[in-house]
């Protein structure tokens, strides 16, 4: 190959990863899909992150992907892992614990903010999270 197509092939190439790397960013997040649940009893929650943290005014990421340390919230962030790397673990690998914690964090804010959903099918909502089947 000639000297002259490899830089642009480089580059090329650094734009396809970065185009496909930021594909899982938190930018394209339609919906909660924690991964530790197994067969859902319900459809997918709709959750347009970024859209959603601007709307309701959120600007700490730790206000949800939090951390503690010795029974305190810190100021670090965990956004690197799912919710359920922490509320599995805790035990009994109770799968009704991480569905609770979820709901504390998303119907909690609502309840007090009274604004946002708390009816079931409002945040669990295949049409809404554009998942059509499943
Ligand atoms: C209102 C709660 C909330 C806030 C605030 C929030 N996030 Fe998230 N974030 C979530 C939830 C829920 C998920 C999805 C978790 C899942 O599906 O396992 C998520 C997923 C992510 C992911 C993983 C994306 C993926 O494709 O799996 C990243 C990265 C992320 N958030 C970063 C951030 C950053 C950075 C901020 C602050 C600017 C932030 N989040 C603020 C709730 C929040
Ligand atoms: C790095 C570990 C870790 C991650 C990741 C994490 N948490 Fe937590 N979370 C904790 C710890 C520790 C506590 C405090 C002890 C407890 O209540 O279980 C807590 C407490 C909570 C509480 C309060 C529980 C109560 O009974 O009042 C909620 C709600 C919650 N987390 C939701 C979430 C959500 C939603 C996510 C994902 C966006 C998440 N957590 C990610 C560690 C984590
Ligand atoms: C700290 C508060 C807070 C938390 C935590 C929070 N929300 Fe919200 N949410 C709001 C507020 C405020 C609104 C209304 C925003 C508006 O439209 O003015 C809202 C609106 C919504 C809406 C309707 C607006 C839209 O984006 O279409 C959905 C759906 C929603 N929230 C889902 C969730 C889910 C799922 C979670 C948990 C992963 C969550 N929220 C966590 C405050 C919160
Ligand atoms: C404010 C949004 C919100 C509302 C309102 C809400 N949920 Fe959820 N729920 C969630 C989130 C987020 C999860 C985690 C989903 C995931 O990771 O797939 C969840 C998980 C669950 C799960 C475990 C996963 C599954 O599908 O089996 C069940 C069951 C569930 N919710 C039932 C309900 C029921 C019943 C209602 C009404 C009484 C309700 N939820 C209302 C946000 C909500």
Same mark, same amino acid.
């Given at each position: 190959m000639?000297k002259k197509?490899?830089i642009?092939?480089?580059v090329?190439? /650094? @734009?396809? @990863?970065?185009? +496909?790397l930021s !594909?899982?960013s938190? %930018?394209?997040v339609r /919906?909660?899909?924690?991964s530790?649940f !197994?067969?859902k009893?319900r459809?997918?929650?709709? /959750?347009a992150?970024? %859209?959603?943290? =601007?709307?309701?005014?959120? =600007?700490?990421?730790?206000? $949800?992907h939090?951390?503690? %340390?010795?029974? &305190?919230k810190? &100021?670090? %962030?965990s *956004?690197? #892992? =799912?919710? *359920? &790397? $922490?509320?599995m673990?805790?035990?009994?690998?109770? #799968? @009704?614990?991480?569905?609770?914690?979820?709901?504390? $964090?998303?119907k909690? $804010?609502? =309840?007090?903010? #009274?604004?946002?959903?708390?009816?079931?099918? &409002?945040?669990?909502?295949?049409?809404? @999270?554009? +998942? /059509?089947a #499943?």
């Amino acid at each position: 190959m000639k000297k002259k197509y490899l830089i642009p092939i480089t580059v090329l190439a /650094f @734009a396809l @990863a970065i185009t +496909v790397l930021s !594909g899982y960013s938190q %930018e394209d997040v339609r /919906f909660v899909q924690d991964s530790a649940f !197994g067969k859902k009893m319900r459809p997918p929650v709709y /959750f347009a992150h970024d %859209e959603h943290n =601007e709307k309701a005014g959120i =600007e700490d990421c730790h206000y $949800c992907h939090h951390s503690y %340390e010795n029974g &305190e919230k810190t &100021e670090d %962030e965990s *956004s690197d #892992k =799912e919710c *359920s &790397e $922490c509320h599995m673990a805790d035990g009994k690998g109770n #799968k @009704a614990s991480l569905a609770r914690v979820y709901h504390l $964090c998303c119907k909690g $804010c609502h =309840e007090q903010a #009274k604004a946002g959903p708390v009816m079931c099918a &409002e945040c669990h909502n295949k049409t809404k @999270a554009g +998942v /059509f089947a #499943k």
